[in-house]
């Protein structure tokens, strides 16, 4: 069974950093490319950063760029999101993905952990 299990979430105060790390139950992640994406209460799933196999390219939303950084251990097939200087906006459920082809915001991406839940003070 492929899983994509997410962890690292919490409730944190505005300004705060927090670390989201993303395990994959198959090493054939290991060649696909791996993403994040958020959804907050009421509105559509979006995309925040996303990160190729091999790591030398990613991409960002532009509301987090500058703030976040998506990273990848294909050995340990674990996919991180470092989010610093948080904000009220970005709570949100945040879903780990796995893309079957393409790379990017516009990848086809079909394998979804659970996600785990990011909640900012002001």
């Known amino acids: 069974q492929v899983r994509l299990v997410e962890s690292g979430g919490g409730l944190v105060q505005a300004g705060d950093s927090l670390r989201l790390s993303c395990a994959a139950s198959r090493r054939t992640f290991s060649r696909a490319a791996m993403g994040w994406f958020r959804q907050a209460p009421g509105k559509e799933r979006e995309f925040v950063a996303a990160?190729?196999?091999?790591?030398?390219?990613?991409d960002y939303a532009d509301s987090v760029k500058g703030r976040f950084t998506v990273s990848r251990d294909n050995a340990k097939i674990t996919v991180d999101l470092q989010m610093t200087s948080l904000r009220p906006e970005d709570t949100a459920v945040y879903y780990c993905?796995?893309?079957?082809?393409?790379?990017?915001?516009?990848?086809?991406?079909?394998?979804w952990g659970q996600g785990t839940q990011v909640t900012v003070s002001s």
């Open positions: 990160i190729t196999w091999t790591s030398d390219g990613t």
């Open positions: 993905a796995a893309a079957r082809s393409g790379a990017g915001p516009a990848a086809s991406w079909y394998y």
